[in-house]
């Protein structure tokens, strides 16, 4: 007799492998992929592909990385709160700075048409300029996504695989029961299925998860209409330690399920299956998955998440660290613009950290220690967070201030000779708990402004202000807008999420 605990366990795979097997089958209808197909600048992507081929590689591969970048860049957009468009509208009319976030406040009941198009979840946000509510329904529906184009990992996926297979792709949905989603797309000229993530535009980084993200996998099954495949090998280099944490179920109950499962795609798929190819590439799968994983990947698998509020570690709890990351698109100098953030400095020891704006012909980290990630720049300014008092080295005002510092013909150093404001009013920055920060610029008063709170639902109260040309600093039409951090001989963690940079005229 099983236990209540291996029941409701392989309750919830059985149900999670239904609901997938159904779902990849909607991508066949010859409808939905000739909308899928109207929504891709094709002709543009096949002479982008043709233009950045390598010798080594075939043009459908190249292709596919295209069509990441677009998807990412220009076509889906991320959604953590739900944005109120009647405030980011008037506030644009008005000449205003971009509204607060929403804040959640729960559930809310789903409509006839949100339940029509797969939402029986919606989310309910309170917008704190109007005080209105702001509905986002989760659609399930890959027709319903080519439409509203947002979401998370799930909606980004669904509607992803969607147009890979519009394009004639094999391709295939992977769930990772832990709480991703994304999608493979077969190689001939690799002859191999190849991980693909849209909300992260990665290409063959199976191993990303692990050693970029730090997760502990569990499940993971690849579906589309004609297969069911276990793919966790795939995805780890220690297979038998992710198999312990597979809990939900006897192992050879899970696989005799993938297995009915994997059958019965084959048995209802709408179209013919060339068995003779589908068997040749089963065979080398299986082989590959056999194998040991030392990743076959295209490189970038130690970087960390870019999508969602997941936190982004700058730097580990250790000593002579430092670390930074940069948001990936390039911003016009000569614009206004807010960046938002959420941070944390855990422990009680050094340096800090420092958000900085800088020429993409600078070099990307400066000095470590007291230096804070960030000295020894050109053309950059920071403003940087120090949870360390460095009075002999950088004329420290406290060991627990904000200050704005610049180098335009010289380099940026973190001595405050280089500060142009400071202050040591603010909220313990190293204690380990978030802080939430909003930095904005106005081109027109050529005012840079710093804004921290220590509640997020709380409103930001100001705790610097000062007037800078950064296009003077940055001497390029375009800058680089990141996060650098440092330790010296005492250890700290420094993390940061929740980045969101917005512009406006």
Not at 63 to 78: E, I, P, T, V
Not at 95 to 101: A, F, T
Not at 274 to 295: G, I, P, Q, V
Not at 310 to 335: H, M, Q, S
């Amino acid at each position: 007799m099983p236990s209540v605990a291996s029941t409701t366990g392989q309750e919830e795979l059985n149900n999670q492998i239904t609901s997938c097997c159904a779902k990849v089958c909607e991508y066949e209808s010859a409808e939905l992929q000739a909308r899928a197909r109207a929504c891709v600048p094709t002709l543009t992507l096949y002479e982008k592909a043709h233009r950045e081929m390598h010798s080594n590689t075939h043009i459908r591969d190249e292709l596919m990385k295209q069509m990441l970048r677009w998807y990412k860049k220009d076509f889906f957009s991320w959604v953590d709160q739900a944005v109120c468009e009647s405030c980011v509208k008037f506030n644009a009319e008005a000449g205003l700075p971009p509204p607060d976030k929403t804040v959640s406040v729960g559930s809310g009941t789903p409509t006839s048409d949100d339940l029509k198009y797969g939402a029986a979840r919606v989310e309910v946000y309170l917008c704190p300029q109007c005080n209105s509510q702001v509905r986002f329904p989760r659609y399930n529906d890959p027709g319903k996504l080519l439409q509203t184009r947002r979401g998370r990992c799930g909606e980004w996926a669904n509607c992803f695989t969607l147009i890979a297979r519009a394009l004639g792709y094999k391709a295939r949905f992977v769930l990772d029961l832990t709480d991703h989603v994304w999608t493979e797309v077969y190689s001939d000229h690799m002859r191999r299925w190849v991980h693909t993530d849209c909300s992260e535009a990665k290409y063959d980084t199976p191993l990303v998860y692990e050693r970029g993200w730090g997760k502990k996998l569990t499940y993971l099954f690849a579906f589309n209409a004609e297969e069911v495949v276990d793919v966790s090998r795939r995805y780890t280099q220690d297979y038998n330690e992710l198999r312990q944490r597979q809990t939900l179920a006897d192992h050879t109950w899970t696989a005799q399920a993938i297995h009915a499962a994997d059958l019965q795609q084959r048995r209802t798929c709408t179209y013919k299956v060339d068995m003779d190819s589908f068997n040749a590439r089963r065979a080398e799968e299986e082989t590959e998955l056999l194998s040991a994983n030392t990743s076959a990947g295209g490189g970038g698998e130690d970087e960390g998440r870019t999508s969602g509020d997941t936190r982004t570690v700058l730097t580990p709890n250790e000593c002579d660290k430092v670390g930074a990351a940069y948001i990936n698109t390039f911003l016009p100098t000569r614009t206004n613009w807010v960046c938002e953030f959420a941070f944390a400095m855990e422990s009680s020891g050094a340096d800090g950290m420092a958000l900085v704006v800088r020429s993409n012909k600078s070099k990307a980290l400066g000095k470590g220690g007291c230096g804070l990630g960030y000295s020894g720049m050109l053309n950059c300014l920071a403003v940087e967070f120090d949870s360390y008092d460095s009075m002999m080295e950088c004329d420290d005002p406290s060991g627990n201030h904000v200050s704005v510092h610049v180098g335009i013909d010289s380099a940026v150093t973190s001595h405050h000779a280089c500060s142009l404001a400071r202050t040591s009013n603010v909220p313990q920055l190293n204690s380990g708990t978030p802080r939430w920060c909003r930095v904005s610029y106005q081109m027109d008063t050529l005012t840079l402004t710093v804004e921290l709170k220590t509640v997020h639902t709380d409103s930001y109260a100001d705790i610097l202000s000062t007037q800078i040309d950064i296009p003077a600093v940055v001497q390029r039409d375009t800058m680089l807008l990141g996060f650098t951090a440092a330790t010296g001989g005492i250890a700290q963690k420094h993390s940061i999420w929740d980045v969101d940079v917005r512009t406006w005229s």
